[in-house]
C-alpha cells in the first residue's frame, strides 16, 4: 500500500514537472513510480510523452515510447492519453492511418479533447483534398466555350 501511494506523489510531482518542462527531473520520479508500481496505465504513458518531449527531432526512442504506450493501453484499452500518444508517435513514424485510428479512439473517449478531435479533422480534409476530382458534366460555360 505504501508504495502505491508514494508512487501516486511521485507521478504528480512528475506531472508538475512536465508542465514546468523540466523533463528530466520528471522522468526520474516516474522512473521510480513505475518501480513500485508498475501496472498503472497513466505512468507508462506519461512515460512515452516525456520521451517525446525530450526528443522532439528524429533520433528518438520511438520503438521505447511504442513499448510504454502499448503497455498503457493493454492495462487499460480506454486510456484516452495514452491512445493520443500513441497517435502522435505514429504520425511521426509517417503510420497515418494507424495514427488517425488512435486520434479517433482519444476523441470518441473523450470529445472534449480538442487535440484529437482536431487530428481527425485535418486528416479528414487530407483525405478530401487527395481526391481526383470529379468528372465534369459540364455546365453552361463549357457548352458556350466548346474546345
Known amino acids: 500500500m505504501r508504495n502505491v501511494i508514494e508512487s501516486t506523489l ?15 527531473p520528471a522522468m526520474q520520479l516516474l522512473r521510480s513510480a ?3 508500481n508498475p501496472d498503472d496505465a497513466d505512468y507508462h504513458a506519461l512515460y ?3 520521451l517525446h518531449l525530450m526528443n522532439p527531432t528524429q533520433p528518438a526512442p520511438l520503438d521505447e515510447m511504442l513499448r510504454s504506450l502499448d503497455r498503457a ?21 509517417k503510420r497515418d492511418a494507424e495514427a488517425v485510428r488512435h486520434f479517433r479512439t482519444a476523441a470518441e473517449i473523450n470529445p472534449r ?3 484529437a478531435a482536431r487530428e481527425v479533422r485535418l ?15 459540364g455546365g453552361v460555360l463549357s457548352r458556350l466555350f466548346k474546345k
Request: charged content about 30%; aromatic content about 8%; glycine content about 2%.
Open 123 to 137: 486528416a479528414a480534409m487530407r483525405r478530401a483534398s487527395n481526391k481526383p476530382p470529379a468528372a465534369s458534366q
Open 48 to 50: 512515452a510523452w516525456i
Open 73 to 93: 493501453l493493454k492495462t487499460n484499452p480506454q486510456h484516452e492519453r495514452a491512445h493520443y500518444y500513441k497517435g502522435v508517435v505514429l504520425k511521426r513514424l
Open 10 to 24: 511521485e507521478y504528480q510531482k512528475a506531472e508538475v514537472l512536465v508542465r514546468r518542462r523540466e523533463y528530466a
Open 113 to 115: 479533447n480538442v487535440d
Open 34 to 36: 513505475i518501480e513500485k
